[in-house]
């Protein structure tokens, strides 16, 4: 583990990271807000998932996320989206590089790098609770569109090592979607059996929703019709899940930003409690 | 003039537009964030002026200006920090585009399209007071680095047009530092008697200061030798400006960020009194 880059903001650490990943088989990097609180002891963290294209750096520089940690006292990462070498190219801009949809790939050629679930799930908690001051009986998670996704299907898959699970736009039902079925079935395989397990609406359905949700989705956004929101909004009808629609606001990080403020202090209270 | 993309953006609108310049003798790109105070009438502006290689929209994108803007129903304006044509082309990343500089060139090449003091004193403010909800006499300034000398400058030449001026790490005493003699020189001519009056410790010297300033100076800043903020603060010395250094912070949007709060609400005060 290598720290590459190091920021003072907000009072606290503003670092980016780069680290050997077996899952990945390859070198990854990600980026890591510590606030002034953690000088003095363990804090909690915030797990933002970051979108198709995006790198760690994207939110990290674009979200507004580090004002309103600091002021909480809670601690985010901001993990890459796919691995960055060579086997990662592919044409597409939603396949592959900044694509990899937080599943494990059992496909070639995707498999021997593509391992985005165990590496976020698994390999890259083991590493930041082992090297930082963060408290892992203290975790929340979000993220924006694709990463929206990943916060959703993590947060659904493992309902008792996260307190609340938020998202920004989220790709909501992936195996109804030209963002999630093309993907899928590159990195899945054909049969969609496996599938489900990585749709946050099929989760809700066959789990139900156990833990504080909340979900902004932009009512300009122009890709409604991949992200599925409506889906998602039916699947929480009758849960404590709060969606809301944001009237004008579109796909960017200006929307991000924009509700940054209120899903920080969602998780606030779930981590603060 | 064209709007080129709008953003909802805490309840406003973020702009970018494009317009022809006759200062600059081509097309010019600015963003203009409107807070949501706007859609009711005229609301105060504070101008953004960017550092070395930046263009409209780093601070943008970067500075969590709009969140503090929005609450306090203050406008922004992000000019360019230079044309952008073939003329533009240089070499260096300290000359010709995207170092402006905020003067008029005088020498060739650079006098056909870098007239950027005249761009950001004259034309631009004639354009948005014409075209935007904004009020011409509720006006404030700031920027960053390259952005913060041209900042100062500007409100040093102008105290009756601006209630107010800070600055993020800016470059005091350009005059007697390599990010100045040589952009000095290369603009505006070997003769040193025209460059004082855009040199921010000169026009302290010579006019004193008669609005309420507050800058901001990383400790770790690593261009501390090409900023010279100790002749910015020796001559503030006995006067009503603010200077404080923020221990730690280094020259990044980080910085900038981590302060946007205090200055925008130090422009408040002054915008609406």
Redo the contacts between chains.
């Keep these: 583990m290598k720290i590459i880059s190091e920021?003072?903001?907000?009072?606290g650490r503003?670092l980016v990271v780069t680290h050997g990943s077996a899952a990945c088989d390859g070198e990854m990097t990600f980026g890591l807000y510590l606030p002034p609180q953690a000088e003095a002891g363990r804090v909690p963290v915030l797990w933002y998932l970051s979108g198709l294209t995006c790198t760690h750096e994207n939110a990290m520089?674009?979200a507004?996320a580090?004002?309103w940690a600091a002021q909480a006292g809670i601690a985010v990462v901001f993990p890459d989206t796919s691995p960055r070498g060579e086997a990662a190219d592919d044409a597409a801009f939603d396949l592959g590089r900044g694509a990899g949809f937080y599943v494990d790939a059992t496909e070639a050629p995707w498999a021997a790098h593509f391992q985005m679930w165990t590496y976020v799930a698994q390999e890259l908690p083991d590493l930041v609770f082992d090297q930082f001051p963060l408290d892992a009986a203290r975790q929340a998670i979000t993220g924006h569109s694709m990463g929206g996704h990943g916060a959703l299907t993590l947060a659904l898959s493992y309902p008792e090592r996260f307190r609340s699970v938020s998202a920004f736009a989220p790709i909501c039902n992936p195996t109804r979607s030209d963002w999630g079925r093309k993907q899928f079935a590159a990195y899945l395989g054909a049969e969609e059996g496996p599938w489900a397990a990585h749709d946050a609406v099929e989760l809700i359905k066959a789990r139900g929703l156990t833990l504080p949700l909340l979900v902004d989705q932009?009512g300009?956004d122009k890709f409604l019709d991949l992200l599925q929101p409506q889906a998602l909004e039916a699947a929480l009808a009758g849960s404590a899940g709060v969606f809301r629609w944001q009237a004008?606001?579109?796909h960017?990080?200006?929307?991000v930003?924009?509700f940054m403020?209120d899903h920080i202090a969602f998780h606030a209270r779930a981590l603060l409690a």
């Design positions: 920021n003072r903001a907000f009072g503003q520089v674009k507004g580090q004002a932009g300009a004008g606001y579109d960017s990080y200006f929307f930003a924009s403020q």
